[in-house]
């Protein structure tokens, strides 16, 4: 049967976000995790579901992108087929050409797993490395240290402190209570947390979400941010202890976050939280004018 690109609709959320658990594995590279869906589920369902691209063969989905931003798909695909040449040449295909649906024309960039066939076939094509990000891990295997600040689960009643400090550690933000109502609604926050940290005031000072892709695989952390106006204070070495306590609970194997390599005090409070810094990875990005 020929590859097939599809977009799953809101009814065909459930298995993309079931499929993305089953791939995430401590072997497997930084990659696209439910959570990542999870995350830009704060916009609802539907918008989700637009932004969701996935290519089938025989019935079965093989790879998932994430249009996170007209001009960003973040892509993975099933560890089988990393190196399946007629995926990756479809793929490449497929985000080469506009009318396909699913990268537009001038610059764009595309997130893929490190040693993935797609990764080389778009150097080949004259796709080039974008900046640096840093994926760093933490093993959950043992116990993690108590963060020494009230931190709480976060419900509804607190939906309006969490949506605070997100807006007020990430500029530019448009977190609100009603998209982290969406959020808590959307399929893959079954397996996620989120968690707000207060100093001795009782004022909300940092942010965590945490998304579980199952118990004995790596969870991830998306977002964490610490509220401009409370930082260098250590909330935010705080709240990471507290969200890779939180996977643990969860069943979680390992707790994952990629960050900026440009960004060094954020690098710098996960490796102190206990994450250790693996390879960093970049995007590869293709000019306005160049040849696809």
């Known amino acids: 049967m020929a590859m097939r690109l599809g977009k799953p609709g ?45 290519w089938t063969r025989d019935g079965r989905i093989l790879a998932v992108g994430l249009l996170d931003g007209p001009e960003l ?81 976060v419900g509804p009643e607190q939906a309006h402190e969490f949506a605070a400090v997100v807006r007020g550690a990430f500029d530019g933000s448009t977190f609100t209570e009603e998209r982290r109502h969406a959020m808590a609604a959307g399929l893959p926050y079954a397996d996620a947390r989120c968690l707000v940290a207060y100093d001795e005031r009782g004022n909300a000072v940092a942010a965590v979400t945490v998304w579980s892709a ?42 994952l976050v990629c960050t900026p390599s440009s960004n060094a005090a954020a690098v710098a409070t996960y490796k102190r939280a206990g994450f250790q810094q693996r390879l960093e990875v970049r995007d590869r990005y293709r000019d306005a004018f160049a040849t696809t």
């Not at 401590?26 to 691209?53: I, K, N, Y």
């Not at 790596?218 to 935010?236: A, D, I, N, S, T």
């Open 73 to 153: 798909l973040r892509l993975t695909m099933a560890p089988e087929v990393l190196r399946d040449e007629e995926l990756a040449q479809r793929l490449v295909e497929d985000m080469a050409e506009p009318e396909r649906g699913v990268l537009p024309a001038g610059r764009v960039n595309v997130e893929a797993p490190v040693g993935a066939l797609v990764q080389d076939l778009l150097c080949e094509r004259g796709w080039k490395a974008d900046e640096p990000w840093t994926p760093l891990r933490r093993d959950l295997t043992e116990p993690v240290k108590d963060p020494d600040v009230r931190i709480e689960v």
């Open 214 to 255: 199952g118990p004995g695989r790596p969870g991830l952390l998306e977002p964490m941010g610490v509220h401009r106006e409370h930082r260098r204070q250590g909330y935010g070495h705080a709240i990471t202890l507290a969200a890779a306590a939180a996977l643990q609970e969860l069943g979680s194997s390992s707790a």
């Open 10 to 54: 809101a009814d065909g959320l459930g298995e993309v976000v079931g499929v993305l658990r089953e791939w995430q594995d401590e072997g497997a590279p930084m990659q696209l995790h439910p959570g990542d869906l999870g995350w830009f589920w704060r916009l609802g369902a539907e918008a989700t579901a637009v932004a969701v691209r996935t």
